[in-house]
């Protein structure tokens, strides 16, 4: 895993308890990689024969315009969360499985009256976001509430084609939340360690019935999925993505299933002693 910072990240335990439960003598590390020293980074896990990586923030779109071959997932969202590599070293592939990590995790509550979705926040998750729903849900309409309006135009002009986008200016996303079926926070806001924030004041936005998640999985539950749950929405953290995305990666380099169970019991129980 290469990113800045990747201190914090359960991907390794999750991936040793999944090569362990496969039976695979595999090894999967942590690397933080200085601003600026990304290309130095692949270039090394080329030579030293690495099977491939995952790629966190802030590399997702710089790895992107390093790959040779890139999967439409990839290319959707314009960057990458996963690499594998040739064994001959001549081509660098890319992946993106946060788009079906992401739909994996919220799939079963797509019933066919999913019309309306508001996503809060702009960057990397909210384009996977998007990129899932123009492969599944393709003309349903998404207000995206974001706090830089020309960020909103840019995905916008990227997903529009596919989805009915309608921004929001950022003062306005409770009104936004209050009228959709499906709520996706998409921005760090209640992160670790400022686990008092949350975008929403008044929790009345809020209707019973919804579908609220939080792409947040530290803490879990965060402020925000607190305030919806109260009111009565069904609601759920960020680390069913993690756990879909890993596996995902995981099957892309090996070939093989990847056992989602025990990368999920091994991700709470990281998550537990951080
Ligand atoms: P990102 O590319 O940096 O985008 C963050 C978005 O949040 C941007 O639109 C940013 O707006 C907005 N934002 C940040 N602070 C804000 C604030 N105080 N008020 C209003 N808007 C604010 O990050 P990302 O990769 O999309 O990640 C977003 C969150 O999703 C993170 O918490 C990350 O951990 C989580 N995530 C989880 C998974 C998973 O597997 N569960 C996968 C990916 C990401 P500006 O552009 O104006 O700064």
């Known amino acids: 895993m290469i990113g800045w910072p990747v201190e914090h990240s359960v991907s390794p335990e999750m991936m040793k308890a999944a090569f362990q439960q496969m039976g695979l003598d595999a090894a999967y590390m942590r690397f933080p990689v200085r601003p600026g020293s990304l290309e130095a980074a692949v270039s090394g896990l080329l030579a030293l024969g690495a099977s491939g990586a995952n790629v966190t923030i802030p590399y997702k779109q710089e790895a992107y315009r390093m790959c040779t071959e890139l999967t439409e997932e990839a290319r959707l969202v314009g960057a990458v969360n996963t690499l594998r590599f040739d064994s001959d070293r001549s081509a660098i592939y890319g992946h993106n499985t946060d788009v079906a990590g992401w739909w994996e995790s919220v799939r079963q509550y797509a019933a066919p009256t999913v019309q309306r979705v508001t996503l809060l926040g702009a960057g990397g998750a909210a384009r996977a976001v998007l990129a899932a729903l123009a492969l599944h849900l393709p003309g349903i309409r998404v207000q995206i509430a974001a706090r830089r309006t020309e960020a909103i135009r840019t995905l916008a002009e990227d997903f529009g084609e596919y989805l009915d986008i309608v921004p929001v200016a950022w003062t306005d996303l409770e009104k936004s939340i209050e009228h959709s079926q499906w709520?996706?926070?998409?921005?760090?806001?209640?992160?670790?360690?400022?686990?008092?924030?949350?975008?929403?004041?008044?929790?009345?936005?809020?209707?019973?019935?919804?579908?609220?998640?939080?792409?947040?999985?530290?803490?879990?539950?965060?402020?925000?999925?607190?305030?919806?749950?109260?009111?009565?929405?069904?609601?759920?953290?960020?680390?069913?993505?993690?756990?879909?995305?890993?596996?995902?990666?995981?099957?892309?380099?090996?070939?093989?299933?990847?056992?989602?169970?025990?990368?999920?019991?091994?991700?709470?129980?990281?998550?537990?002693?951080?």
């Not at 924030?197 to 919804?210: H, K, L």
């Not at 965060?222 to 305030?227: C, D, I, N, S």
């Not at 596996?247 to 025990?262: D, F, K, V």
Request: glycine share 8%.
């Open 183 to 274: 709520v996706v926070q998409c921005t760090p806001i209640g992160m670790w360690p400022n686990v008092d924030d949350s975008p929403v004041t008044d929790a009345r936005c809020f209707r019973s019935g919804q579908f609220v998640q939080d792409l947040i999985y530290r803490p879990s539950p965060t402020k925000f999925l607190g305030q919806a749950a109260e009111q009565g929405c069904r609601v759920q953290d960020g680390l069913e993505m993690l756990v879909q995305q890993g596996a995902r990666a995981l099957s892309w380099w090996t070939g093989q299933a990847a056992p989602a169970e025990a990368m999920r019991v091994a991700a709470r129980n990281a998550l537990r002693h951080l």
